[in-house]
């Protein structure tokens, strides 16, 4: 059976055929309903949204079609939030040596005025 990406959790979810016969009947009424409303409307309803996330998603998160799924996606998540903690670490590592660097050459030269005037720098 072929299954097809969520409308609108594609990037996370594939819904099997008789689910996603489903949601595309929803979809197409929540669109229905907001071209009521206005008629010049585009993209995802609203309404559809709130109902993915408050009843689709309970009613079908437990199923290990899509529990496999939702755990693939949490864990390449983790995996990108470690790879951009290690970035991050080497950003602000480098951008502290940088600081440090400074600090230290701002105290040098203060250091060098003093000697000339005879009087303590305060660093």
């Known amino acids: 059976m072929l299954a097809r ?16 016969q ?8 929540f669109r229905d309903k907001a071209l009521e409303v206005d008629p010049q409307h585009t993209g995802m309803p609203e309404d559809f949204k709130t109902y993915c996330r408050i009843s689709w998603l309970p009613a079908h998160i437990g199923k290990p079609f899509y529990r496999n799924q939702a755990q693939a996606h949490i864990d390449a998540l983790a995996l990108k939030i470690q790879n951009l903690n290690k970035d991050i670490e080497r950003s602000a590592g480098s951008l502290m040596d940088q600081r440090d660097a400074a600090v230290a050459e701002r105290e040098w030269l203060m250091h060098e005025l003093a000697q000339l005037s005879g009087t303590e720098v305060e660093t």
């Open 22 to 29: 489903r949601l595309t009947t929803r979809l197409l009424d």
């Open 5 to 20: 990406p969520h409308p609108l959790w594609g990037h996370i979810f594939h819904v099997q055929a008789g689910d996603m």
